[in-house]
């Protein structure tokens, strides 16, 4: 019986030691939150050389707004308006009561209206294959190929991709609208860009944070995109986009400028390449930022926006009267390809 | 952070575990038949058993916040090999639930969806007796790999975050047959009697000599702006070395023997696990208990 109870007491030991080994949760109090939340962002957050972010001074104005007797409401106006400095779309905070998020000052219009697309350029009877708007519609004897795709968010089929192009397939060219294109799965930009490749391309570089330096990054990767798919189309494609086009839309973009069939017409997108990584403070709070950067082949870093070949802006009065400036000039560089 | 040079004295230490125990190996004829009427004579059983599981998690890669929770089923799978000189033991443990943190609110905190995979392998060679004969000390090898998945969607990209620990290293192993005779007794008004009843307790003690540990990168997540590399596994996704991570397990297990040969088991197992490289620190504790039919298949 001895020699049972002291097996039995040598387990229960062993098991309480778990409560030395085990560190203690941090206290959940205004200053660490935010002591938690200025460290991990300076550890990981990978643009502060690029946009030239003197973080350290941000500590100094934001520090001393935290008190100990602030309620939440108080505190998560300091922390976004802090995170906010970052200027990065790719940055929230993450409370049960509201998500704090990087208003991009548009120094350009909107440059995109589907409605006023709808009413004078492509009709009303277009198709709608899984995310992708697509139809034909006709200048100056000429049949002109128009996909739409609002989101990469929504998984892009095989069968979807296959349809569209067999459609336009006798298009003189075509008009790739990604404005005002948010991001989603780079999955599914992949699946879409794949079949407007001529061939294997070299599209841009990554390199994830892998420590506590502003500039501490891993391998470079190279990044290539292959045709695929039954159909692919490599004439005349040209890509439309504006301030609205982020994350996995820049990238896109990116991809495309590898392929020299593919032009690029409109606006700046609004940029976002990197990747975002989601982590938790001691109030539980959700947080993210980016922890990556992409480059151009050439070495470019496009982080604030991918630059269009052909740069147009949409004049308002044009567009009351039923004309989108960056169509006609898509359509203008279709027109006079030569076949 | 990758794996650097302190990793080749651990291969060789590994490999001299192995070695060391391929050379015990008799190499005279007659030895060798004799080891085989022994492994023949060896009890092997193979055991079924499910339970109920307590996971305590910190994983400084995504929180600083301690996630607990129960989570059941348990499911337990083994192969054992007894004798008095040998003890073989394989087993597969699996538990899937979900854990919680202190902060959550319902309405706003996903939870962290928790599996457990666990495998083991342990050889174990009786090294002497203890005060009484019939006390055992067991000492030998162990292989483990215990994997722990976590799923979180509050964390976006970073949903996934995993512990998958690998080791080598030694399981000592204490076992106590006890047993109760045969006797007639008397409760309330009735006469009933007691058969012989044999028991045993056994408790095991693992500890690593040469571990390696895969996680989540330094940010957590992978390259996934290349479709290629979402779910590779790279340098930056392990660390290890002599004796850390560190990984403790104590199995405490009560066999109760059946008149037929087969066993019931109750097993209460305790898994600690510590990796700090010098980021993204996790710490893991894991308590099972779990209630097992161990069937005998030979026919000693």
């Known amino acids: 019986m001895k020699k049972l109870l002291t097996i039995l007491c040598l387990t229960a030991f062993l098991t309480s030691c778990e409560k030395i080994l085990m560190e203690k949760e941090p206290a959940n109090d205004p200053e660490t939150n935010f002591q938690y939340l200025w460290n991990t962002a300076d ?69 995109f209206d589907f409605r006023l697309i709808k009413d004078n350029y492509i009709g009303w009877n277009y198709r709608i294959t899984g995310p992708l708007v697509n139809t034909t519609f006709g200048r100056n004897g000429q049949q002109i190929g128009y996909i739409y795709c609002g989101n990469f968010l929504e998984p892009i089929q095989a069968a979807d ?49 892998n420590g506590p330096g502003h500039e501490e990054f891993g391998d470079t990767l190279q990044v290539y995109m292959s045709p695929a798919g039954s159909y692919r189309y490599t004439g005349t494609v040209v890509l439309l986009t504006n301030r609205g086009c982020f994350s ?13 069939h593919v032009i690029q017409v409109g606006d700046t997108t609004g940029g976002g390449l990197g990747a975002p990584a989601g982590f938790e403070l ?58 | ?84 000189k040998i003890i073989k033991t394989f087993e597969a443990d699996f538990s899937f639930g979900e854990l919680k943190s202190r902060t959550e609110t319902p309405w706003y905190d996903q939870r962290n969806t928790s599996f457990w995979l666990a495998f083991r392998y ?40 995993f512990d998958n620990y690998n080791g080598i290293g030694f399981s000592s192993r204490i076992e106590l047959p006890f047993g109760y005779k045969a006797a007639a007794f008397k409760f309330l008004f009735m006469n009933l009697k007691r058969r012989d009843r044999n028991l045993w307790l056994s408790w095991q003690l693992s500890v690593p000599v040469v571990s390696w540990m895969l996680r989540p990168t330094y940010v957590t997540i992978t390259n996934f702006v290349d479709p290629e590399l979402q779910s590779a596994v790279t340098t930056d996704h392990t660390d290890g070395g002599l004796f850390v991570p560190m990984n403790i397990r104590s199995q405490t297990e009560l066999f109760y023997e059946l008149h037929n040969g087969n066993l019931f088991k109750l097993a209460y197992i305790w898994n600690f696990y510590h990796h700090d490289p010098g980021y993204n620190k996790v710490q893991s504790a894991f308590h099972a208990v779990c209630f097992s039919f161990v069937f005998k298949f030979n026919q000693n």
């Open chain 2, 122 to 161: 342990n050889h174990l060679f009786r090294v002497r007796h203890f005060a009484k004969p019939s006390i055992n000390w067991y000492l030998g090898p162990e292989i483990n790999t215990n994997a722990h998945l976590r799923v979180n969607y509050k964390y976006e990209n970073s949903a996934f975050t």
């Open chain 2, 1 to 84: 952070m990758k794996m650097n040079r302190k990793i080749i004295p651990c291969i060789l230490i590994a490999f001299f575990i192995v070695g060391a125990s391929l050379a015990a190996l008799p190499h005279d004829k007659l030895k060798r038949e004799q080891r085989k009427l022994e492994r023949k004579a060896r009890d092997k059983y193979l055991g079924l058993g499910m339970g109920g599981s307590y996971i305590k998690v910190i994983d400084n890669a995504t929180s600083p916040l301690l996630y607990r929770g129960l989570t059941i089923p348990f499911v337990s799978l083994g192969y054992l090999t007894h004798s008095e």
């Open chain 1, 161 to 209: 991709i296959d349809f569209v192009i067999a459609s336009l397939w006798h298009s003189k060219g075509i008009i790739l609208d990604v404005r005002n294109n948010g991001g989603g799965d780079v999955n599914n930009a992949f699946t879409l860009g794949s079949r407007f490749a001529d061939q294997k391309r070299f599209i841009y570089s990554s390199a994830l944070k």
């Open chain 1, 43 to 111: 550890e990981k957050y990978s643009f502060f050389e690029y946009k030239g972010i003197n973080w350290n001074e941000i500590y100094n104005v934001y520090h001393p707004q935290i008190t100990p007797d602030m309620n939440e409401y108080e505190l998560f106006d300091v922390l976004a308006a802090m995170l906010n400095e970052l200027h990065d779309g790719h940055v929230n905070l993450i409370a049960p009561f509201d998500i704090s998020r990087y208003t991009f000052k548009y120094d350009a219009p909107e440059n």
């Open chain 1, 248 to 260: 996995a839309t820049s990238l896109f973009a990116t991809a495309m400028k590898a392929f020299p």
């Open chain 1, 282 to 339: 001691p109030n539980g709070w959700g947080y993210r930022f980016s922890v990556s950067r992409t480059l151009t082949p050439d070495g470019l870093n496009w982080e604030n926006g991918v630059p269009p070949d052909v740069t147009v802006w949409n004049n308002p009065l044009h567009e009351l009267a039923g004309v989108d400036d960056i169509m006609e000039v898509a359509i203008g560089i279709i027109i006079g390809k030569e076949s």
